[in-house]
């Protein structure tokens, strides 16, 4: 396998009037070509500021950035300005979270194209930059007529289309997706999903795919990434979180069980009782310890041990290495409740 992307350590934290509050902790993973990971986690876990750490867009005037991240070989924090440059769009791209509403309104869909093309290629002739706008627009089932549009005569649905169009256009081998289709309804998702899925196998792209919807992610990610307070607590393979006899991070278990689930004909959902994590304010041990069914009274002052094997996971109740473990887990998780 090939990693397409790492980061070691990530930490974000961010400047406010309030002092620095953190919001990415120490976070480590492995992108590999060819595959997507999917990151799921609540609103404010912290997703959208990993996205914007690995691309190297946060402001550095506002954030305090720890830790490495690695595009291929290469130390993105490390990278002059030029070359940074020269690695967005061509090495790695991103759809943001809500970027239809980024295209300019006064550009036509062909000139969006036109500005990317030339901005990197800028010897590029005009035809080559047409047919390859047509054959993009293509890709995500858009007419070639498109290239005349301007972004208030599209739906919402071929605008996001155009987006993603526009980030493969450098021909770029790693993508991430913040959040790509949710403001889309349902049929339009799914067809879009479906896209993004044939798109990613036959260039061979890593794709980071970034939802709030544990059930959207599973049925496109080749593993799920689970961030809670700006941590990973999971990395589990996509087989693994659709079969529930797997035991997963109680807070993993809660995404799962928060989808909905049809049973004799009724929807029923069931939420993850308590708030997020206040993260001006979190213990030493897990920060989700508070809202945890299964908490022992370890939790939430001891470090949280961490296993890694070909999956990752970070809890006190994992820490399974030996079947002595185990059971003194079991046991304290008794005297825990
Ligand atoms: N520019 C900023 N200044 C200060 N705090 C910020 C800033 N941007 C994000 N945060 C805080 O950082 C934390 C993580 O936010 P982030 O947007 O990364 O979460 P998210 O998981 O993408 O949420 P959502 O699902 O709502 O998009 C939140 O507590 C948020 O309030
Ligand atoms: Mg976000």
Same mark, same amino acid.
């Given at each position: 396998?090939?990693?397409?992307?790492?980061?070691?350590?990530?930490?974000?934290?961010?400047?406010?009037?309030?002092?620095?509050?953190? !919001?990415? =902790?120490?976070?480590?993973?492995?992108?590999?070509?060819?595959?997507?990971?999917?990151?799921?986690?609540?609103?404010?876990?912290? &997703?959208?500021?990993?996205?914007?750490?690995?691309?190297?867009?946060?402001?550095?005037?506002?954030?305090?950035?720890?830790?490495?991240?690695?595009?291929?070989?290469?130390?993105?924090?490390?990278?002059?300005?030029?070359?940074? =440059?020269?690695?967005?769009?061509?090495?790695? !791209?991103?759809?943001?979270?809500?970027?239809?509403?980024?295209?300019?309104?006064?550009?036509?869909?062909?000139?969006?194209?036109?500005?990317?093309?030339?901005?990197?290629?800028?010897?590029?002739?005009?035809?080559?930059?047409?047919?390859?706008?047509?054959?993009?627009?293509?890709?995500?089932?858009?007419?070639?007529?498109?290239?005349?549009?301007?972004?208030?005569?599209?739906?919402?649905?071929?605008?996001?289309?155009?987006?993603?169009?526009?980030?493969? !256009?450098?021909?770029?081998?790693?993508?991430?997706?913040?959040?790509? +289709?949710?403001?889309?309804?349902?049929?339009?998702?799914?067809?879009?999903?479906?896209?993004?899925?044939?798109?990613?196998?036959? /260039?061979? #792209?890593?794709?980071?795919?970034?939802?709030?919807?544990?059930?959207?992610?599973?049925?496109?990610?080749? /593993?799920?990434?689970?961030?809670?307070?700006?941590?990973?607590?999971?990395? +589990?393979?996509?087989?693994?979180?659709?079969?529930?006899?797997?035991?997963?991070?109680?807070?993993?278990?809660?995404?799962?069980?928060?989808?909905?689930?049809?049973?004799?004909?009724?929807?029923?959902?069931?939420?993850?009782?308590?708030?997020?994590?206040?993260?001006?304010?979190?213990?030493?041990?897990? !920060?989700?310890?508070?809202?945890?069914?299964?908490?022992?009274?370890?939790? &939430?002052?001891?470090?949280?041990?961490?296993?890694?094997?070909?999956?990752?996971?970070?809890?006190?109740?994992?820490? #399974?290495?030996?079947?002595?473990?185990?059971?003194?887990?079991?046991?304290?998780?008794?005297?825990?409740?």
């Amino acid at each position: 396998m090939t990693e397409a992307l790492s980061t070691d350590g990530l930490t974000v934290s961010y400047d406010t009037p309030q002092g620095l509050v953190p !919001a990415l =902790r120490g976070v480590s993973f492995t992108l590999y070509r060819d595959e997507i990971l999917g990151l799921v986690g609540e609103s404010g876990s912290g &997703k959208s500021t990993l996205a914007m750490a690995i691309m190297r867009l946060l402001d550095p005037d506002r954030t305090q950035v720890k830790g490495e991240v690695m595009v291929g070989s290469r130390p993105l924090y490390d990278l002059s300005k030029g070359d940074l =440059r020269h690695l967005w769009w061509e090495e790695i !791209a991103m759809v943001f979270q809500s970027s239809m509403n980024a295209l300019n309104p006064v550009l036509s869909v062909g000139e969006h194209f036109t500005d990317t093309f030339l901005a990197h290629r800028p010897a590029m002739k005009i035809a080559e930059i047409r047919q390859k706008t047509i054959s993009l627009l293509e890709q995500v089932q858009l007419s070639a007529q498109v290239i005349r549009s301007y972004p208030h005569e599209l739906s919402g649905g071929m605008k996001q289309r155009v987006v993603i169009a526009l980030a493969l !256009a450098l021909d770029p081998k790693v993508l991430i997706m913040d959040e790509p +289709t949710t403001a889309l309804d349902v049929v339009v998702q799914h067809s879009i999903l479906t896209e993004v899925a044939a798109i990613q196998r036959e /260039r061979h #792209l890593a794709v980071l795919f970034i939802s709030h919807d544990f059930s959207l992610v599973s049925g496109l990610a080749h /593993r799920i990434a689970v961030m809670y307070a700006g941590e990973l607590v999971e990395i +589990t393979e996509k087989s693994l979180a659709t079969n529930s006899s797997n035991p997963h991070h109680p807070y993993t278990e809660g995404l799962i069980q928060a989808t909905p689930q049809i049973t004799g004909g009724r929807v029923r959902i069931q939420g993850i009782p308590g708030e997020p994590a206040d993260m001006s304010h979190l213990a030493p041990g897990c !920060a989700f310890w508070e809202r945890c069914t299964k908490r022992l009274d370890k939790c &939430k002052m001891l470090p949280v041990p961490e296993k890694h094997t070909h999956t990752f996971i970070r809890c006190h109740l994992m820490d #399974l290495s030996s079947s002595q473990s185990h059971s003194q887990s079991k046991e304290e998780l008794a005297h825990g409740q």
